[in-house]
């Protein structure tokens, strides 16, 4: 069928980004539940006390690790699929720097000391304002066209 292409072909990177973010999810709640096992800390509990476990400092860390993650996810997915209708190749260059930070971010944060996850990982927030700026120039290009 001869059709109007609503998205680029480029956009195709963008799915395939997104698609890395989910594996890089599971990755993570699998270290999650590694780090469940090995500290011996059992659902539904989501977080231990030192008075509870001797090891809770780094179980935190790492549940919270993937914690963190979870919770920019909706709006890092959100301004990928926004802002890669317009900038799809720029957009999934933000997105893999974004994926590659995350994993830094939880490989330090697992280490039970926090401030290790800001070595590389706090350069994801300069690529989700990439992905901001993308998703308002896609905003400001369908109101003007």
Known sequence: MAG???????YGCVVFV??????LNFWMASQVGRARKKYKVFYP????TEAENKDATVFNCV??????????????FM?????????P?????????Y???????????STGDPQKCLSFGKYGF????????????????LLTA
């Open 126 to 141: 300069l690529a989700v304002l990439g992905l901001m700026i993308c998703a308002i120039s896609c905003g400001v290009h």
């Open 63 to 76: 549940q919270r690790g993937h914690q963190n993650s979870l919770e920019m996810m909706p709006m890092f």
């Open 79 to 87: 301004l990928m699929i926004l802002g890669g209708i317009r900038h």
């Open 89 to 97: 190749v720029i957009c999934a260059s933000l997105g893999v720097a």
């Open 18 to 23: 997104l698609v890395l973010y989910c594996f």
């Open 4 to 10: 109007v292409e609503l998205l680029p072909k480029e």
């Open 45 to 48: 509990t989501m977080y231990v």
């Open 99 to 109: 994926s590659v930070s995350r994993i830094c971010y939880f490989k330090g944060y």
